[in-house]
């Protein structure tokens, strides 16, 4: 077992891992917090995408002890880490982007690292945002229009 200390959602926290765990897993059984999801478990939904240091990685593919001494910051601790209703999340809920709901979380850590780094996307940009992140029901239109959308406001 590694012992890690690492900063989750703003709180400082510490475990104890596997050598193999994969960060998902720390994070939904140890830490409760299921907004991450599990989807493919190797790298191609995207279901998973947390911000690492404020990057966004699949957590799927990042084994937890690699979490030591990084910021970590997962859907739960979206609103919190902004002060209020985060503006992606409440451009995604605004333009209807969810259906089922499964992808929406790893969307939307995605296009806040997305948008951090590009405030003013093209269209291509945004559309390329989301390439490693798949949904199965929404056809990828809504989600693009509220990533347009948080864009305006952020
Ligand atoms: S569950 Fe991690 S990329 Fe699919
Ligand atoms: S809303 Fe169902 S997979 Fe995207």
């Known amino acids: 077992m590694i012992e890690i200390c690492f ?3 703003g709180d400082s ?3 104890s891992v596997p050598p193999a765990q994969p960060a998902t897993q720390l994070l939904r059984e140890a830490f409760g917090l299921t907004g991450t999801k599990i989807g493919c478990g190797e790298g191609e939904c995207g279901a998973c995408t947390i911000l690492v240091d404020g990057e ?6 990042l084994p937890a002890a690699l979490l ?8 739960e601790g979206l609103d919190a880490a902004e002060g209020m209703r985060h503006p992606v999340l409440r451009a ?3 333009a209807g982007a969810v259906q089922c709901g499964f992808c ?5 850590m995605r296009t806040v690292a997305f948008l951090r ?3 003013r996307p093209t269209d291509e940009q ?10 199965r029901c929404t056809g990828y239109v809504k989600i693009q229009d509220a990533i347009r959308a948080a864009a305006r406001e952020s």
């Open 68 to 75: 030591d001494g990084r910021e970590v910051l997962t859907i």
């Open 92 to 94: 995604f809920v605004d």
């Open 126 to 135: 945004i559309a390329r945002s989301i390439e490693g992140n798949l949904c």
């Open 117 to 119: 780094e590009h405030p």
């Open 13 to 15: 926290v510490s475990a």
């Open 56 to 61: 966004a990685m699949n957590s799927c593919l």
């Open 104 to 108: 929406t979380p790893g969307m939307i």
């Open 7 to 9: 900063t989750l959602n």
